[in-house]
């Protein structure tokens, strides 16, 4: 095969006389413009194909997304991208979905944040048409060095700011937590502690706060802040424990963190449900049926939503193109569902 | 900084006057062949140092290594390879090495064989400098690929041709294997069994053929395929104990299968150690430790031969550069070592 820089290149003039439209129209297909009928966008698209014709490297990337390659990037170090089933699962929907439409998934791991800049770098050189970021913590200077290396991105997570322009996939975060703590009233509890994610994570913050709109008079020592971990959910039970002996509840924002909490509460004699009922978040199977007793806990759907990220990504790079049930170019936000199994 | 294509460009014969050697040993050190002495080569390394040599767009590709990116590609399916812990432990010895000299780690995912002309698609687009390529099967089409792609290439395990140029890093599997068998034969067992691994991976042939030179006659029926999970290592122990119900010894080539064996045995009211001995390998501290009882094992360092396969490969892509505790460029094979635990 010849060298393609060397080849004789047809122009976008010739596209256009194939495709009998003026040259700007030729201009505005070939760069992803809207506003082109869609027959005569097909007809451009046909002599571009015909031609074999290519603008330049970046339009052409543009055009033919030729790398046809989509970069996941967790805003964790590698050790926690490997210990928490959430990810595995999200990545697992993104895969599935991108391999759907013939989408390389190219994860691109990194130590911690001290490595964003070599992340933004490779972002920018050209090599993914697009990126899917989540985990993101209040301060993460990704999607900024996303949108500065010219990467359409979806997030993972509503994120900390709000812009018309910013596409993301999340669940009912402060919904699903109403539910929780409303089902456990329901059971007669009323000592209800919160296990709190991050507080740097929105998705912590809106679990808290459907919490608090059930319980807006609540002690503030019924609520320690974890951190997404079994550790940090058993340090935090064990902090509430001190302070309210007789707590007859909690809700965790996390079934990982609950699998914590529940060692603690074995650990100290405390029977679940009888003398604590216990709530767990997401509903990730290798968790929530496999602790003892198993955890009744608010599903998201985890694996779908990692495909909705994917789908909506693919829509916002190919405008032109028609993607299998490709939702419109808006954030999602999907139901939760509360799932009683033995802890509450 | 001006375009390095339009830069004037120091000649080999500039750097071989320099270094005060021959044009053809600048050469050959230039172009990462061996056999020029250590003082020699540190020269020319030098000269092309001071010079800014850059011999042609490839070889200044290999020299600048300008995407500072290394794919990472797994030949299973990202089920498997988000639940096998081996996986991960291999990923974090990579990942440390490749973020200690600021290369970015690009894993590529894939949800089966089918998706590897995609894989090979994205190694041939000049995104990766190189690619390290593990859990590789009799008939993986991967290591052709990358060849194909003209990216360099250091396979985990040993791969099942032999080739010069071929550069990998394995365990001793076959050592290991007879350690564990002489420990179960030191400890007075009489009918040791064997659950390999999938024998289209050579660790599992080297595995089988390391517990078959202790035991040259032994049965073909105290043998069983698993299949490195632990639902494939219960299916094993299984039908050996139904050929063997009387067997006193099972060696594993896996402590993952190891896991699924001692859920069988405590189901058959068989005890560890006292009726079955049990020995795994790999020591998979996630496993060995937790299992009940914990695990005898082989102890491979996995972790650090993700490292060691980071530094072949980055020494291979760098033959002018230091590189940190660089191995010669030729195949790694490390020691394994024995774990006595409660199991055996």
């Known amino acids: 095969m010849s060298d393609p820089t060397f ?9 256009a006389a194939r495709a009998g439209v003026s040259r700007a129209t030729a201009s505005r297909v070939v760069n992803g413009s809207e506003g082109v009928r869609a027959p005569l966008a097909e007809r451009v698209r046909q002599a571009v194909d015909e031609l074999g014709y290519v603008p330049n490297q970046a339009a052409r990337t543009l055009v033919t997304r ?14 926690r991208f490997f210990t928490d089933p959430f990810f595995a699962q999200q990545v697992r929907g993104i895969s599935r979905e991108l391999t759907a439409h013939d989408n390389q998934l190219v994860l691109l791991l990194t130590e911690g944040a001290a490595d964003y800049g070599r992340v933004g770098r490779y972002l920018a050189g050209g090599h993914v048409d697009g990126a899917l970021i989540f985990s993101l913590h209040s301060d993460d200077s990704l999607p900024v060095m996303a949108r500065k290396a010219g990467v359409p991105t979806v997030i993972g997570g509503r994120p900390s700011w709000s812009d018309a322009d910013t596409l993301y996939v999340d669940c009912d975060n402060r919904g699903g937590a109403q539910v929780a703590v409303r089902h456990l009233l329901g059971l007669g509890r009323r ?10 994570q929105t998705a912590s913050v809106d679990r808290l706060d459907g919490y608090r709109d059930v319980l807006p008079d609540v002690d503030p020592k019924l609520i320690a802040e974890g951190d997404f971990t079994p550790e940090g959910g058993a340090r935090a039970m064990g902090e509430l424990l001190d ?5 007859d509840a909690v809700f965790a924002a996390s079934d990982v963190m609950a699998s914590g909490a529940l060692r603690v509460l074995r650990n100290r004699g405390m029977r679940v449900p009888e003398d604590v009922a216990v709530v767990g978040f997401d509903d990730i199977t290798s968790v929530a049926d496999w602790t003892d007793p198993p955890l009744t806990t608010i599903r998201q759907n985890i694996e779908e939503m990692g495909r909705m990220m994917a789908r909506l990504l693919l829509r916002r790079l190919s405008p032109l193109a028609a993607v299998d049930g490709a939702p419109a170019l808006s954030p999602i936000v999907t139901a939760t569902q509360l799932v009683v199994r033995a802890s509450a």
Not at 7 to 15: G, M
Not at 66 to 79: G, K, L, S, Y
Not at 191 to 200: F, K, N, T, V
Not at 243 to 247: A, M, N, S, T
Request: hydrophobic share 45%; no cysteine.
């Open 7 to 15: 080849a004789p290149r047809p122009t976008l003039e010739a596209v």
């Open 66 to 79: 030729r790398n046809d390659a989509i970069a996941v990037v967790v805003a964790e170090p590698e050790t």
């Open 191 to 200: 000592r209800i502690a919160h296990i709190a994610g991050p507080l740097d």
């Open 243 to 247: 302070h309210w002996p007789d707590l």
